[in-house]
């Protein structure tokens, strides 16, 4: 018994809620993506109670080919170290304006693998033979990231692990989730550097 109005304001506390902020730091060949620190103000008895939170930090050397991960798993911080994702992009010719802007298109597609094929039909077998299985898994499908990037900021960074192109990703999708840039600072006057992270156990 809702009237549109407020399935409107209902849809958009949902964005809201879901929706996360991120900062890209980088310069020419790194760059570390972390969550914003939020503040979690809570409602106790007396005084206010703030609490931190901070989603770890992704880096990455185009140069060295690398990425480090500060990573959170069940209470224990661990530092994971990997080659960089190898994309392979095709460029499209359309072209958008985000902010003050020109991007051009880019779109790379990661194919079912082998294993989840194979994974998707062993649960099927054990699903007609009517034994239980705790999770159910859809069919295996093809996912297409297509991002937006500009040559006009000449760096090969993005959100994510995404990276590579003659110019910065500002925008990027993988069908369901969208990461967009917002606001870009380019030589600030508080300088920011570019650390790698080096906190938790490798």
């Known amino acids: 018994g809702m009237t549109p109005e407020m399935e409107k304001q209902l849809e958009e506390k949902m964005i809201k809620a879901f929706e996360k902020t991120y900062i890209l730091d980088f310069n020419k060949t790194e ?92 649960q099927k077998k054990e699903k007609s033979e009517g034994k239980t299985t705790f999770f159910s898994m859809s069919e295996p499908k093809e996912e297409i990231i297509t991002v937006w990037y500009t040559p006009e900021i000449p760096v090969s960074h993005g959100p994510e692990n995404y990276w590579g192109l003659p110019g910065l990703i500002l925008e990027a999708s993988n069908g369901s989730t969208v990461f967009l840039c917002s606001k870009i600072v380019l030589n600030p006057k508080q300088k920011s550097t570019v650390k790698r992270p080096t906190k938790g156990k490798k």
């Not at 008895?45 to 140069?63: D, P, Q």
């Not at 991960?69 to 080659?83: A, M, N, P, Q, W």
């Open 31 to 122: 760059s570390v993506f972390t969550e914003e620190v939020k503040l979690d103000v809570g409602k106790p008895t007396s005084g206010i109670a703030v609490k931190m939170s901070n989603a770890g930090k992704k880096y990455k050397n185009t140069k060295e080919k690398i990425e480090i991960s500060e990573e959170d798993g069940l209470g224990k911080e661990f530092l994971v170290t990997d080659s960089l994702k190898k994309w392979d992009w095709k460029l499209e010719n359309e072209t958008k304006k985000i902010g003050n802007y020109v991007c051009h298109k880019a779109v790379a597609v990661i194919p079912v693998t082998a294993e989840e094929i194979a994974e998707y039909e062993a």
